[in-house]
């Protein structure tokens, strides 16, 4: 059997539960046709960079799965029926890593680094108009004053 990594996106107004439920009868589809899911992540609920039939957030969930093709091909058509997932994308791969995904590495990244991401010392903004350590350039020339006397 081949190994597979699926994600899956599903609509915002669905709850927690309700993802789980969908992820378990995804994995029971595979089991059914011989096929095993080997890991599962549940990456929350994540603003989309566009909009995917009216939403605008989606719940993302991971799938390693240890399948024949024949068993990704049926979930796949499952998922494409189903009004609850926006988009899915199924990859083959040469092996399915240990531990967390980087997005679940990554979350607990974004915790440590604060609310602004890291950018929270920047120090004292500036006040409109302080040009700091740079010298002034002088008072403005009118350059429609100066151009009168070249024109002929």
């Excluded at 350590?133 to 151009?147: I, L, Q, Y």
């Amino acid at each position: 059997m081949a190994l597979y990594e699926t994600i899956l996106i599903c609509r915002q107004d669905i709850s927690s539960a309700q993802v789980e439920s969908l992820t378990e009868t995804f994995s029971n589809i595979l089991k059914e046709q011989g096929g095993s899911v080997v890991k599962t992540e549940q990456w929350g609920l994540k603003t989309l960079t566009y909009r995917i039939k009216k939403n605008r957030k989606g719940h993302y969930v991971y799938l390693g799965l240890d399948a024949p093709a024949v068993a990704v091909a049926e979930m796949e058509r499952n998922m494409s029926i189903n009004e609850d997932v926006l988009r899915y994308m199924t990859v083959k791969v040469e092996k399915i890593e240990e531990g967390q995904t980087a997005m679940l590495a990554n979350k607990g990244e974004r915790a440590e680094r604060g609310p602004r991401g890291g950018f929270g010392d920047r120090g004292p903004r500036r006040e409109f108009g302080d040009r700091g350590d740079r010298p002034s350039r002088g008072p403005r020339r009118d350059a429609a004053v100066e151009g009168e006397g070249d024109r002929a």
